[in-house]
């Protein structure tokens, strides 16, 4: 009975194999720390406690605007918010330079590195094209069938709302 018992301890079990973040969310967070990082390069003297979460939430998709004539990108961060925070700054110029020092920079084995196979720069707006390494992360989830697992609760709202159009 107790090597049953020790069987059953070492055998890994469903909840323990649960993702705990999504691969777009990673990707967000990573080109995160990516942006602080080159903004404290190009000023040292910027503020950016907090800066991270907040880019974050304004990493979405390509927009019309953050386009200009190029072809779409996969995310898009608008410098606008971010420029506030870097003295002598205006989104333009601040993502110009952000896509500039990256592009030069970026080029590292740590973990930012590897997410992003391309940054430019467009009216204001970083436009980010994610590695084909990095999305290929994804393959294995979907072979093992634990892509469709739902993924651990990230804490944001994890309310429910079900709608019906007859009661």
């Known amino acids: 009975m107790m090597a049953a018992a020790a069987r059953g301890a070492a055998a890994p079990t469903r909840e323990s194999k649960k993702r705990p973040i999504n691969l777009l969310d990673e990707a967000k967070i990573l080109l995160a720390k990516l942006v602080v990082g080159v903004v404290l390069a190009i000023a040292p003297d910027t503020p950016v406690a907090g800066t991270a979460a907040e880019i974050v939430k304004q990493i979405g998709r390509p927009t019309a605007a953050s386009r200009e004539g190029e072809l779409a ?5 608008p410098c606008f918010a971010l420029a506030k925070r ?54 294995p989830l979907v072979i093992d069938g634990s892509f469709t697992e739902p993924l651990a609760p990230t804490g944001i709202d994890d309310r429910t709302m079900i709608e019906y159009s007859q009661p």
């Open 73 to 77: 990108r996969d995310l898009c961060l």
């Open 86 to 139: 870097v003295p002598g700054s205006n989104p333009k110029k601040l993502a110009d330079d952000i896509a500039a020092y990256a592009k030069k920079h970026n080029s590292g084995e740590e973990e930012e590195a590897r997410v992003c196979q391309d940054v430019s720069a467009a009216n204001g707006y970083l436009n980010f094209t994610l590695a084909m390494t990095y999305l290929a992360r994804v393959i």
